[in-house]
């Protein structure tokens, strides 16, 4: 704050700008001010005499503290106080006085009102409000089954260790796993082909030869693949991308008339969750049991990665169709006319034993 002739000049500059009538008027206004004070701080310091002598206060209150000189200085600030309070007339007509002698040219920018903060909305607090189960991760349809405890994807296909085999240098044995895994991962768990559609991913891993057969017998079977796990168009949907798998592949050597290599042994259990199209609430689980073997070898100057004897069991399916695609049976689906044979096994088994027709199984 100014002081001493610095506040006289800006004060004298001030008035200057003000007309006789309405400087007559703000300094009795100030005058009026200052006796009102003097007033207030008389009966303070009484009270504070009193409090004291009573021992009401606790302390020294302003008792014997030195009386405050009202002078020049709070009659400038009361005229420039009323000023500001009674139409903004300094920010309006000299700006250069609130802005250390600098001149604004441009209008004065409008004195903004005091934010307010909207009432709020009761519908928006009701919606920010957390809600039981807000935030919970919503449930697995894998939960409670073994499959909850599965590699998800392709990292359930483990491979053994590449070693070279059955004539096979080492380098060649770990081509063929990765084209292997790569086979598995198209026909367990390509999505358009699971739902119906085209095999493309895996008719393109194979070798001239085995797909122009592949595609043959495709045909012949009205869509269906071999070695390619499917379910009929329009019977399902996949509840989730997750598709869970375990499993082994064995390294073992094979021997023919014609040629020697290596044979892979695959075994795995692969778990799919599903729901009728647009009815989510009818998720179940589908275990299939896909078997078989490939063949690695040389031939031509090439490697070549020949599946054979692929197959694969499913439940729960329905034992009325021989189409060669898995029609899952929902909770709510009829009673087929082909009923089930054997005792219940376990679809979850790794282990177990090939069954012929359609068999019975415990729940997924």
């Not at 100030?30 to 009193?50: F, N, P, Y």
Request: glycine share 10%; aromatic share 6%.
């Amino acid at each position: 704050m100014p002081h001493g002739d610095d506040l006289d000049a800006r004060f004298n500059e001030l008035v200057a700008q003000i007309d006789e009538e309405q400087q007559r008027r703000m300094r009795a206004a100030a005058v009026k001010g200052a006796k009102e004070q003097r007033r207030t701080d008389r009966l303070a310091r009484r009270e504070s005499r009193s409090a004291r002598l009573s021992g009401e206060s606790g302390g020294y209150g302003d008792y014997g503290s030195e009386p405050r000189r009202i002078g020049r200085a709070w009659i400038a600030m009361a005229v420039i106080t009323s000023l500001i309070t009674a139409a903004g007339v300094i920010v309006a007509f000299r700006p250069d006085l609130l802005t250390s002698g600098v001149v604004v040219d441009d209008p004065p920018a409008p004195i903004a009102e005091p934010a307010v903060e909207p009432a709020g909305n009761p519908a928006d607090e009701a919606a920010e409000e957390p809600t039981e189960g807000a935030g919970e991760e919503p449930t697995s349809p894998f939960a409670g089954s073994p499959a909850e405890k599965y590699a998800e994807g392709a990292a359930g296909f483990a491979l053994p260790e590449a070693k070279a085999l059955g004539g096979l240098s080492k380098k060649d044995v770990a081509k063929g796993l990765k084209l292997t895994r790569e086979l598995m991962a198209a026909a367990f768990l390509d999505k358009k082909a699971l739902l119906g559609g085209k095999p493309s991913a895996f008719t393109k891993l194979l070798s001239p030869d085995q797909r122009d057969w592949f595609l043959r017998d495709m045909k012949k079977h009205k869509g269906s693949a071999a070695f390619v796990i499917q379910f009929a168009k329009g019977t399902a949907e996949l509840s989730t991308d997750v598709i869970k798998v375990r499993g082994r592949v064995k390294l073992g050597t094979f021997k023919d008339r014609w040629r020697r290599g290596v044979e892979l042994r695959l075994n795995h259990i692969v778990v799919y969750a599903v729901h009728r199209p647009g009815r989510p609430d009818t998720t179940i689980r589908v275990v299939a049991h896909p078997k078989g073997r490939v063949w690695l070898y040389r031939e031509e100057g090439r490697l070549v990665a020949w599946p054979l004897d692929w197959r694969a069991s499913s439940t729960p399916a329905s034992c009325d169709t021989r189409d060669g695609f898995i029609h899952p049976v929902y909770e709510d689906s009829p009673r087929g006319t082909v009923a089930p044979t054997g005792a219940p096994v376990d679809p979850y088994e790794l282990e177990e034993d090939d069954s012929e027709g359609c068999a019975a199984t415990q729940g997924t």
